[in-house]
């Protein structure tokens, strides 16, 4: 399964937090503010716990992505000491043991937040999985990362034609990126689509 890494690729089976219901995290990191490299750095560190030394891969982190509204580094990971996106969301993409997994988190305002919480999560299911009550992979379940339905093309998003000149596609995007802006009575689902298909007309209109 393809998906982007920026921006927010939100998975369409998990609900999102409305921002007015989004709330003040208390990860830190030695007293101060999460920053995205450290909350970046405890996803990757629990991804890779799931393999231990000697034993087959389960997860393939050079497969693993992780989408969120921040711009990338060159090797497709969050950069940090970047400004906050308005969208704190974080989804974490992979393949454990084979089946497509996506962990997604908006409940905390802040990106570094809600990574660290998928992090923690992460690491209290290996927790799961090693104390042995249950059925361990009954618990990644709800955590399928299902085969979402085929993306609007971006013209059809913005209102526009796939020949539009540059100019009336700003225009056009500058519009709908207001029109469904939560703070103007639109909704974070319909904000990211418009955000996402500006992203794929800058990138050359490519699927």
Known sequence: MTVDAYPLHWPANFPRTKPEDRKEARFNNGGKPLTIAAGRDRILSEIGAFTRCGHPCRIDPDLVVISSDVPLRRDGLPASGRRMPDDPGVAVYFDLDGEPKVFPCDQWDRVADNMAAIAAHLGAMRGIERWGVGDGKAHYTGFAAIEHQPAEKWYDVLGCLP?????????????????????????????????????QWQSGGKE
């Open 163 to 199: 020949d539009t000149n540059a100019d009336e596609v700003r225009s056009r995007y500058k519009v709908a990126r207001k029109r469904t802006h939560p703070d103007h009575g639109g909704s974070s689902e319909e904000f990211h689509k418009v955000q996402q298909a500006y992203a």
